[in-house]
């Protein structure tokens, strides 16, 4: 499969947005840490015309805060069935499985590897999900794996990341 055709990304958030260590306050309050290198990605992706969907098993308001904060149209949390998620989203825009792309690191990520044409995922993910993978980021989740496979897709579609960013391609 191919990131040359990528027209909607989805991301899975846990070990992916994140290292997927979950950090609770003294009153149960779950904490996540977001790489600022992966907000610049989604934008890179969106300034390319590629749409992004966040798809995530758990429920979380620092989720919804970081990625209205970095203008995410889609955002489904508390979804098991990521594929599905993604068929849905794929559907709204009248895309096709080439058209989709997704980036998970763990076995609930699977189902949107069924129906997606370009799988990406990170190297400390099981070896069943790696070896559904098109791509394995360098980095690990919530180190900038996100901002790597934006410039990879970006590349891949005869784009240059930089350029993409100051508005010039």
Not at 107 to 117: I, K
């Amino acid at each position: 499969m191919s990131a040359k055709t990528v027209r909607l990304m989805g991301f899975d958030v846990d070990g992916v947005f994140t290292d997927g260590i979950l950090y609770y306050g003294p009153n149960g309050d779950a904490l996540k840490a977001f790489n600022v290198l992966d907000g610049i990605g989604l934008k890179l992706l969106q300034k390319a015309g590629i749409q992004v969907a966040i798809i995530t098993g758990r429920k979380s308001p620092m989720v919804e805060k970081r990625f209205e904060e970095l203008d995410v149209n889609f955002i489904f949390q508390a979804r098991e069935d990521k594929g599905a998620a993604l068929l849905e989203i794929a559907a709204t825009l009248n895309l096709t499985r080439d058209d989709l792309g997704y980036m998970g690191d763990d076995y609930p990520d699977l189902s949107a590897a069924e129906v997606c044409g370009f799988f990406a995922s990170v190297p400390n993910s099981p070896e069943i999900v790696r070896a559904q993978a098109d791509y394995i980021t360098q980095s690990q989740g919530g180190h900038g794996a996100v901002r790597e496979l934006a410039e990879f897709i970006l590349i891949a579609q005869g784009l240059t990341p930089d350029v993409v960013y100051r508005g010039n391609a």
